[in-house]
């Protein structure tokens, strides 16, 4: 079994920035991807970053620019650094681990981040 637990969230004004963290423990296959998701109130869950074990990232294009994801994989920990906040990037964000082996995902329960105009 993996736990994900998040931190890192809050309100913050339009322009400003945030950095969430995740760290995850347990059963860890070390072939894997963490990410971040949101979702919006209304909206389904959408892919913001990921970035796989050997390092190569995936960005939605929304954010791609201003969010950055770094992991470290002695802490089985990943961040993502969000800069020029928009408040369209208001929505729980979701930490992610997926076993590249058999694409099973792992979620952590979700951290709010809100832009104020």
């Known amino acids: 079994q993996v736990q994900l637990v998040e931190s890192g969230g809050g309100l913050v004004p339009a322009g400003g920035s945030l950095r969430l963290s995740c760290a995850a423990s347990?059963?860890?296959?070390?072939?894997?991807?963490m990410g971040w998701y949101r979702q919006a109130p209304g909206k389904q869950r959408e892919l913001v970053a990921r970035?796989?074990?050997?390092?190569?990232?995936n960005y939605a294009d929304s954010v791609k620019g201003r969010f950055t994801i770094s992991r470290d994989n002695a802490k089985n920990s990943v961040y993502l650094q969000m800069n020029s906040l928009k408040p369209e990037d208001t929505a729980v964000y979701y930490c992610?681990?997926?076993?590249?082996?058999?694409?099973?995902?792992?979620w952590g329960q979700g951290t709010q981040v809100t832009v104020s105009s």
């Open positions: 347990g059963s860890i296959f070390s072939l894997n991807a």
């Open positions: 970035i796989f074990s050997a390092g190569s990232t």
């Open positions: 992610n681990l997926r076993v590249i082996v058999n694409a099973r995902d792992y």
